[in-house]
């Protein structure tokens, strides 16, 4: 959070800051990591199955198979949402104390 602010006929800038330790930093690569790929896992799978499902002839079996699909689609963004909460959760308490480092321009 950066706020400005006078004394006297100088101009101060109040930046906050927290300082992660090595907990905070391993939980924020952890969360960022997870969420690269669950994307991926998203994508790489939607694009297999859609080569897959090219090949298939009978539009029943067809329609079977893009709602397999899209199950597994579903169950994957389930999994993503509550990892991501997860590891948000870990990032953010361990995110370290708060620094706050004033500077005059």
Same mark, same amino acid.
């Given at each position: 959070m950066h706020?400005?602010?006078m004394r006297g006929t #100088?101009?101060?800038l109040v930046i906050e800051r927290y300082r992660r330790g090595v907990f905070g930093w391993l939980f924020l690569l952890l969360f960022w990591a997870?969420?690269?790929l669950m994307v991926y896992a998203i994508f790489s799978g939607v694009?297999?199955?859609a080569q897959k499902a090219a090949?298939? #002839?009978d539009p029943r079996m067809r329609a079977a198979f893009d709602?397999?699909?899209g199950l597994g689609i579903m169950i994957l963004l389930v999994?993503?949402?509550a990892?991501?909460?997860v590891f948000a959760l870990l990032a953010y308490f361990t995110r370290g104390r708060k620094e706050i480092i004033e500077v005059e321009r």
């Open positions: 706020e400005l602010g #100088a101009l101060w997870f969420n690269g694009s297999e199955n090949q298939i #002839a709602a397999g699909t999994f993503w949402a990892g991501a909460i």
